[in-house]
């Protein structure tokens, strides 16, 4: 086993990114009440919405899976961060 210098880069973008925006917590609350069905379908179908929006910011290079937000969080960890709160109030 050998050490090796590399380098990584990824790039920091503001919360309001067009991916980061996904997960925004008010937009999300606004998709949850949006329509009148079982709260736990309306989850997962605002999730898989949510989701499908996501893969095309990806295909369309507005936003890399590797970004961070200015607070060093990356998509995955804003998603968790948030998701206990969302859960807890519906």
Avoid: W
């Avoid at 606004?30 to 990806?58: D, G, N, P, W």
């Amino acid at each position: 086993m050998s050490i090796s210098p590399s380098i990584s880069f990824r790039m920091v973008v503001p919360s309001g990114s067009p991916a980061f925006a996904l997960f925004n917590p008010e937009t999300f609350s606004k998709a949850l009440e949006s329509e009148f069905i079982s709260t736990k379908r309306r989850y997962c179908e605002t999730l898989e919405h949510t989701m499908q929006k996501l893969l095309e910011v990806f295909a369309d290079r507005q936003a890399f899976p590797t970004d961070l937000n200015e607070y060093g969080e990356s998509l995955l960890q804003v998603k968790n961060t948030d998701a206990h709160d969302r859960l807890s109030r519906y």
